[in-house]
């Protein structure tokens, strides 16, 4: 996400659920994303493999303020370590709070 926001055009994330994986697709044009979910039956699967479960358009900033506050309620609700006991990896405050701060820079009027 943090990618889009600084103006990447395409991003991906991957959550593994072994043997199943689902993979994010953000494509962003001006100020909008389009997001699409594939759902692969293997993670190294090419995505003319997967089924696309779910696809959206949303602007940058309402996609941006989501990821930040689904983030911090899972932060709030597992903490970080819980967050480690329950997926395996460790909580991505790093990356979160880099989100964070670009976003803040690069809003909108009408958004903040």
């Excluded at 692969?40 to 996609?63: A, K, M, V």
Aim: proline share 3%; aromatic share 12%; hydrophobic share 30%.
């Amino acid at each position: 996400m943090t990618r889009l926001v600084a103006g990447e055009t395409e991003s991906r994330a991957q959550f593994e659920a072994e043997p199943t994986a689902y993979r994010w697709i953000f494509y962003r044009e001006g100020v909008d994303a389009w997001i699409r979910v594939l759902q692969l039956r293997h993670g190294s699967d090419h995505d003319n493999r997967g089924t696309e479960i779910w696809s959206s358009q949303l602007g940058i900033d309402q996609l941006a303020r989501t990821m930040i506050r689904c983030f911090d309620e899972v932060a709030q609700t597992y903490g970080e370590s819980g967050y480690r006991g329950k997926w395996g990896e460790h909580f991505p405050r790093t990356e979160l709070e880099a989100l964070r701060r670009l976003w803040g820079t690069h809003q909108h009027p009408q958004t903040t």
